[in-house]
């Protein structure tokens, strides 16, 4: 017998007729013998309904009263479909989180699982069970042993769903939802958006943390993690769906540690990078396209590229290059401003390094550790840019080696998992596999910080210990004459209220500093394996933009993404015209 675990979420799940009608799925899939595992989400906006009840009680619930809440909208879900089951006379039964034993951390509002009992699980499906499980929650043991009810955070249904197959050890997991499978983009916003038959789970991770909100991003790594056979399909038609794909060699599950496995899995290094960047250049539409076509024509491959907000009209693009593309990028910058305007600074002699592990995503704690290790060694970090899988930041050669030692150290890398100058590989993948747009961002600037060791380690250690995730996270390059810089970054919007408690005991240290909140943005992302080895993908999203007229107000990339902050009115054109230029439909 095959064990499947399928999840239906909420739009499948949104009316009785379509409990009814996934009960016939069901029913016709335990006909050919299939033991099932159902996971369900709460029907429809049930989730948003009872939000909207605690706001309109409070402005500040409990987060314990409200995990209590929203733990019912699955309950209501799992019932009816077992009632629907039995209609077709299929024996189920539904069971809470709390009942099946999914242990968490005790963290209300966004939990992650730590272990899973199968016993009863396993002993229904050999009596002949369809097994029914809500979604989205958990209970975690207080401090003196009670049990609490937590939730894993919003679309952690997916999260359950992936979690449970790995603890069963099922064959597969199907992920049912209203849309044909994992499409190049979101199909409410580009009408002609490709279904994809294969992802892989790195691009995927990137694409559902970036706002594809298909797939719960946590459930993307867990099914990387320990090799989830996983699925994304339509809960309405027959489609062959989206299958997850992953290189990696599948972890052993250990008990009680389910999604807390090793944050960091490796240390990269690249030698002889130079950094360069160009500052006071004129802030209009088309700017970026124009220098990074220049260096594209000129040969020179760009690895990171980042674009701060400024005060009044202009802005500041940094950039890192191969030290052996010096000259050449010297030339073109010298090219670059005398059009522009602005001017250039370079450095040369640096390296980058990069921590990477699908555990760093959703820890903030690990990009604080990291920086913090190099600034605890009074090195300068030049360069910061952050993925869900990666933590890059550029710093001078002549520390590499002290470098090298603590952070192998703090995250305890044997000599294999520290790799010299890796070859970026010519793939066949596509530069751009997707595109995600993310409205639930907000921009936040720190102005005036000291230009000196441990601050990004600190903002990182600020926001880590309000567990607020910061999302892209931009510094300036432009120093001003009180050796002072800027940085700035998003982050969700619903974090935007504790914010201001974390930021204003830190920056009470530093004279002169203040929190800015940004103008309303939207982040478009656009993520292809394929980027790193192809040059120029950068220049073409910029040229996308600036065919329509569309501003950008901070760019951060990393291999296998770029990510451009644009202004929010304009976002869905511009996730149309890149997905226009780059012939995602074709
Ligand atoms: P469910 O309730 O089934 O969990 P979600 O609303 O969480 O469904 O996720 C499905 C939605 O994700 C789709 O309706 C679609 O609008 C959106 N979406 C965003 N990006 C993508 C993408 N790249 N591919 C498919 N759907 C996407
Ligand atoms: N019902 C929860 C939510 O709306 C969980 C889920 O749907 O995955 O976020
Ligand atoms: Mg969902």
Same mark, same amino acid.
């Given at each position: ?50 939000? *909207? ?48 034993? $999914? ?54 249904? &997916? ?12 064959? $597969? ?25 294969? $992802? ?71 030698? &002889? ?42 802005? &500041? ?61 009074? $090195? ?52 751009? *596999? ?12 720190? *102005? ?29 390059? *432009? ?14 919007? &619903? ?92």
């Amino acid at each position: 017998m095959t064990l499947i675990v399928k999840k239906f979420g909420g739009t499948s799940v949104g009316d009785v007729n379509k409990i009814k009608d996934i009960a016939k799925n069901i029913s016709n899939s335990k006909e050919i013998g299939n033991d099932l595992v159902i996971v369900v989400s709460a029907m429809g906006h049930s989730t948003d309904n009872l939000n *909207r009840l605690a706001a309109s009680i409070t402005s500040n619930p409990p987060k314990r009263e409200l995990d209590m809440l929203l733990s019912t909208g699955e309950q209501v879900s799992i019932a009816l479909l077992s009632m629907a089951l039995y209609e077709f006379g299929i024996p189920a039964i539904s069971m809470t989180g709390s009942q099946v034993g $999914i242990t968490t951390e005790s963290i209300h509002g966004k939990a992650r699982i730590l272990d899973i009992k199968t016993e009863r699980i396993n002993n229904y499906i050999d009596q002949g069970y369809v097994v029914v499980i809500a979604g989205f929650q958990g209970a975690s043991l207080s401090h003196t042993g009670s049990m609490e009810i937590t939730t894993l955070g919003r679309g952690g249904s &997916d999260t359950s769903a992936v979690a449970l197959s790995t603890a069963l050890n099922a064959e $597969i997991c199907e992920i049912y939802t209203d849309v044909p499978g994992v499409l190049t983009t979101d199909p409410r916003i580009v009408s002609n958006a490709k279904l994809l038959n294969e $992802i892989s789970c790195e691009e995927m991770l990137e694409l559902a943390s970036l706002g594809a909100s298909v797939l719960h991003p946590r459930a993307v790594e867990i099914a990387r993690n320990y090799g989830i056979k996983l699925y994304v399909k339509s809960s309405s038609e027959n489609s062959s769906g989206t299958l997850l794909k992953s290189k990696i060699k599948p972890l052993k599950l250990k008990r009680g540690s389910l999604e807390l496995t090793k944050t960091v899995n490796s240390l990269e290094i690249l030698e &002889d990078q130079a950094i360069f960047s160009l500052s006071h250049i004129p802030d209009r539409p088309g700017i970026a396209a124009t220098i990074f076509e220049s260096l594209s024509k000129a040969g020179i491959s760009v690895d990171l590229i980042i674009q701060a907000t400024h005060d009044g009209k202009s802005n &500041d693009i940094t950039f890192s290059v191969s030290e052996s593309n010096l000259e050449n990028t010297k030339e073109q910058c010298e090219n670059i401003i005398s059009k522009l305007g602005g001017k250039y600074i370079f450095k040369q002699s640096m390296t980058k390094l990069s921590i990477q592990g699908a555990g760093i995503m959703g820890r903030p704690s690990v990009c604080a550790e990291f920086f913090d290790t190099i600034s605890n060694a009074n $090195i300068n970090v030049s360069l910061i840019a952050t993925s869900e899988i990666k933590v890059s930041c550029v710093i001078e050669s002549s520390n590499i080696n002290k470098a090298i030692r603590l952070i192998g150290e703090k995250f305890k890398l044997a000599d294999e998992q520290i790799i010299m100058n890796p070859s970026i590989m010519n793939t066949d993948e596509p530069e751009v *596999r997707g595109i995600a747009l993310d409205k639930n961002q907000v921009q936040i600037t720190l *102005r005036n910080i000291p230009d000196k060791p441990g601050v990004a380690a600190s903002i990182c250690f600020a926001l880590a210990e309000g567990n607020l995730i910061i999302d892209t996270i931009v510094q300036s390059e *432009r120093v001003s004459a009180l050796k002072t810089k800027d940085i700035s970054f998003t982050i969700n919007r &619903d974090d935007r209220k504790y914010a201001d408690a974390i930021f204003q005991s830190l920056i009470k240290s530093w004279p002169n500093s203040f929190i800015e909140d940004g103008p309303s943005i939207a982040k478009v992302s656009v993520v292809g394996a394929g980027m790193a080895s192809k040059a120029g993908t950068a220049a073409k999203i910029f040229r996308s933009l600036a065919n329509y007229s569309i501003n950008i107000e901070m760019i951060a990339t990393s291999e296998i993404r770029t990510s451009c902050i644009v202004f929010e009115k304009d976002c869905k054109k511009a996730v149309n015209a890149i997905h226009e230029f780059f012939e995602l439909d074709k």
